[in-house]
């Protein structure tokens, strides 16, 4: 929070003589971290200062403006032009922020989804005072600003592993802080491939043929995946955080409502070695690349029944001026159908998105997810990979175009917004949105 006051005061007439900014000094008091804009306008003489003590933090030409950072104090913004204006606004900072010591400098490596496809990469940088930064791939060193308090800068780049440096090279601490976006010509999946992925059937909104990538966004209220599963078993020999012999079936996707991002879940978790199963239903909310867990409500366990045909559906429907999400199941074998969980998702229209243009959006530490859908298999829970010891079975993924459910236009075998993972399982494509799970080999 800032306060300004504008009046003259007999305790600064030294300072003001000595450095010549002799008119109207206007005092802002800074009570949090602050990114405060500055607008000053004068005479074609006129210049201007903000001034910390007897520290000058910024000097500004005539009719300029700029932007810096400004921690918990008392600031004096001072000028020798009688007539100059000053105006300004102050913003919560949005990034990391980086304390840099005297004659040092901060390497950031880039979200990896540099590395995915050509990129357009914004950056923006605000410092307590000057500095430098430069963007490092190994080969090519880029000036994105040289002495500025801060800096916007757009360029284009090529796929890559990047480094934004910022050098302090003033003989005191420097604050900065630092934000910026990657806007992908396409999402790439391929990114965070592993030997234990979630294995089944994912759409991502993109579309390769014979390397010629093209992308699309689907809008959907409703996402369908349908599961045949004539014989299972798994076993968890790692952590033992879940049930060894658990193993889960996910529907996951991404639902947009105005500006906020949520990831969600509709899951099946059986038990193989008794043959039960419960569900469970699960919201996270990613905006800002927070991932955070804000809803999340479970079924009793019950007996399942082999072979088990089932489909798995999730729903954003309107209720008054909310958006409702609602998690279902419907066991085709018992022939029973259950809405098991709802979520207000508040007010506003929400829908799932699928689009290989871009990703949720991010911060420093977590590059965010894709916008997609998936129906794929992982271990039981909290993160753990399984292994199939025996599985046969047929899945589909589909979503709701119009009044019927249709096939994406394209799919990947594994997922990549959710943790669980499997091994010794492979995907047979069948095509119109049906796959064939198979396990590997023998164990």
Known sequence: MIKAVSIMTLLLIPLLLT???SYDPRY???????VVSLSFASNDSGYGCLVLGNHTLLRMKPNSSSL?????GNYTFLSNDSKYNLSYKEFKPSGALFDI???HEIIQQLLPYSKGSPFNFTIRIVGNSTFSSYLYNYSLLISISHNRTWVQNQTHLNPGNYEVIVQNLNNYSEEVCVSYSISPFYVNPYIFTSSSMPIGLASYGIL???GNVTTYEINTTSLLGYLNITYVSALNQSQRLVDPSSVSFQLNGVVIKDDQDYFVQDVLVLYT????YYLSADVFNLTNGEDQLIYTNSTNVRQYVLPLESYIIMNV???GDDSMLKFGFINLTSGKFIWFSNYDLGNGKGFFSVNGNKYTPGNMTNPGVFYDAELVIGGGGDGETTTMTKYSGWIALLYLNGSRYSAFPSYYSFGEDTKEAVSNIYVVYLGYGEAIHM???HI
């Open 19 to 21: 450095t010549g900014y």
């Open 28 to 34: 802002i008091i800074v009570e949090s971290p602050e």
């Open 68 to 72: 810096i950072l400004l921690n918990k």
């Open 101 to 103: 010591p005297p004659k």
């Open 208 to 210: 390769n043929q014979s």
């Open 273 to 276: 070695e008794n043959e039960s």
């Open 317 to 319: 429907s309107q209720e």
């Open 439 to 441: 396990k590997a080999k």
